[in-house]
């Protein structure tokens, strides 16, 4: 009967609506946290493409639109479509290896792969219940750990000035300035959850992010540049690569959806036990699942990435301990606007990446921990320790040797550069050998 009352109380939590004056702070603090990382695809994608600054202009946008309509498709819901909750959606990275080999076939080819891709998943998640058993929290504990562990890197790459810093001018990463910088927004935000009250504690993150704003612009490190050369209003338009048919993109998107349906499944429990002490029910998984193709077949229309559940704002919900659907709306509607209106996004892509990064190394040590929690409702017996054990050997040790699978063959999907993830190889092993270990 516990388990029930946890249950319910964790679904009332989440449908409950807080004041505009609380939602509003919320939501944008949602927005800042994955901001960096949904702009960051479009950007990779379109200088491995040859696209024009335009373009990439362009891809930038539609990003942000797409997402926005993915959110409010995860949080509002449509029919038995969407989980309900505040999980927030945007441009997939896990996606990137498999795009990049086909930038000789265009853009085209790619979003029309993503949106068969998109839909294969929603029928994933339609049969997710008769196989619900196949993911205990054992499994996955194991994908939200791993996600957890492959995202602290980002974190602390982000508070050291950020991915071109280190890969360009590595001589200038981790300065005094870009750890003052993440250090600002990491310890206000730890004294405003811990001494502030109600929404000074729940906006903790965004009072952070502010207070870190604010000393990147008194040290002159904001790029006003990106404000001004932001065009005020620009509309989105569909197909604007075409139609483009490839069964090679097809087959690798095919294989994404399934590898991103248990990232998926990771994000969603990682939410409910952070946000609400509790696992995810097969309703909110299954929703949130087909919620993620719809995103994603949505996406490709609008010349965007495929679109995925965002792990850093599964950190935040456990952060404030908000659970509210209503605030993943909120956000949604904010990345809308900032789809439509590029000015405003380019007050947020004025900022220096160590700002978020003081930010992200709160929240994706939460998920870690997060990860541990759902492990920890296992019985750790002799059969579940070695699927731990074998799991995050071959997880975390092909992800810090990646020259162990130098001589693999790719099979024209880059399945090197997977196996060295970390995420992907580990929830693959903890959802077969829960498979075919015997329980006793």
Known sequence: MARKR?????????????????????????????????????IIVAGVFGSTTAEKIFLIQMALFAAGVATIIQTVGIGKVGSRLPIIQGTSFAFIPIMLPFKAIGLGAVFTAAFIGGIFQIWIGKMLKPIRHMFPP??????VLMIGISLLKVGFMYAGGGGWLLNNKPEF???????LIAFTVLIVSLIAHQKGKGMVSSASILIGIIAGYIVAMLLGMVNYGKIASADWFAFPMPFQYGIDFVWGAV????FMSIVTTIETIGDISATTMGGANREATDKELSGGIMADGLGTAFASIFNAMPNTSYSQNAGLVAFTGVISRHVGTIAGVILILLGLFPKLGGII????ESVI??????????ITAAGIKLISQSDMNRRNLLILALSLSFGI????????????????????????????????????????????
């Open 251 to 254: 087959i690798l998107m095919l």
């Open 173 to 179: 990463f981790g300065s005094g300035n870009h750890l």
């Open 6 to 42: 946890r249950r319910s109380g964790g679904g009332s939590s989440a449908n409950k609506k807080l004041p505009l004056k609380q939602s509003i702070p919320l939501g944008i603090q949602h927005v800042l946290a994955m901001f960096a990382g949904n702009i960051t695809v479009p």
């Open 357 to 366: 990064g003081g930010a992200a190394i709160i929240m994706f040590g939460l």
């Open 397 to 440: 040790g092909m992800s810090l040797l990646p020259q162990f699978v130098a001589h693999i063959p790719d099979f024209g999907i880059k399945l090197k550069l997977l196996l060295t993830t970390g995420l992907i190889p580990a929830g693959l092993l903890a959802f077969i050998l829960n498979a075919a270990l015997p329980k006793k």
């Open 138 to 143: 054992l499994v996955t504990g194991i994908v």
């Open 349 to 352: 892509a004025a900022m220096p």
